[in-house]
Antibody, heavy 120, light 112 residues
Framework: EVQLVESGGGLVQPGGSLRLSCAAS????????MNWVRQAPGKGLEWVSY????????YYADSVKGRFTISRDNAKNSLYLQMNSLRAEDTAVYYC?????????????WGQGTLVTVSS | NFMLTQPHSVSESPGKTVTISCTGS????????VQWYQQRPGSAPTTVIY?????PSGVPDRFSGSIDSSSNSASLTISGLKTEDEADYYC???????????FGGGTKLTVL
């Protein structure tokens, strides 16, 4: 059974940093591209970042480029999101999502999400 | 940048059919596949349609997807509405010009 479990969320002050993790199981993690998608309270879904299966190709949404860094450790079956210079508008539930092997940017499995709150 | 626009909300009665639209801002929506996700309160999204019109196993055939190139839009149609279909629905695709995922703003479906 495919499982994605996010962790690392919490309350952080504006300008602070946080590192999210996503532990993957039930599939060959190293074969799949991965993403982070976020959802602000009461708002819609927003794609945040993509990383290729090897980690060699990375893309970001304009809203986080230069502040967030996506990475992965295939030996540990883990995906990460380092978030720096956090702003109030980064407050959201952050989901890790697996990209399907059959369709570009089709997110076929999602984690349950971890809440990040940026507030003083 | 490529954007997807959905109606904010739709409502229909149980047993009826509802269609949710998703309109592309530019280019051709048919250039990349469209997915539809269902999200119930407090839960992660789940797929109801992928690759424009494919249903994952376990999704009832009451759910169907289509593309209309003439209007540059995708549609999700749910027939035989049930109260359990009440949820937020998001269309999603890919902007190949800048390698970014794109979501529509979401549509709240009320079944009453």
């Amino acid at each position: 059974e495919v499982q994605l479990v996010e962790s690392g969320g919490g309350l952080v002050q504006p300008g602070g940093s946080l590192r999210l993790s996503c532990a993957a199981s039930g599939f060959t993690f190293s074969s799949y591209e991965m993403n982070w998608v976020r959802q602000a309270p009461g708002k819609g879904l927003e794609w945040v970042s993509y990383i290729s299966s090897s980690g060699s190709t990375i893309y970001y949404a304009d809203s986080v480029k230069g502040r967030f860094t996506i990475s992965r450790d295939n030996a540990k079956n883990s995906l990460y999101l380092q978030m720096n210079s956090l702003r109030a508008e980064d407050t959201a539930v952050y989901y890790c999502a697996r990209t399907s092997l059959i369709v570009v940017y089709y997110f076929d499995y999602w984690g349950q999400g971890t809440l990040v709150t940026v507030s003083s | 940048n490529f954007m997807l626009t959905q109606p904010h909300s739709v409502s229909e009665s149980p047993g009826k059919t509802v269609t949710i639209s998703c309109t592309g801002s530019s280019g051709s929506i048919a250039s990349n596949y469209v997915q539809w996700y269902q999200q119930r309160p407090g839960s992660a999204p789940t797929t109801v349609i992928y690759e424009d019109n494919q249903r994952p196993s376990g999704v009832p055939d009451r759910f169907s997807g289509s593309i209309d190139s003439s209007s540059n839009s995708a549609s999700l149609t749910i027939s035989g509405l049930k109260t359990e279909d009440e949820a937020d629905y998001y269309c999603q695709s890919y902007d190949s010009s800048n390698h970014r995922g794109v979501f529509g703003g979401g549509t709240k479906l009320t079944v009453l």
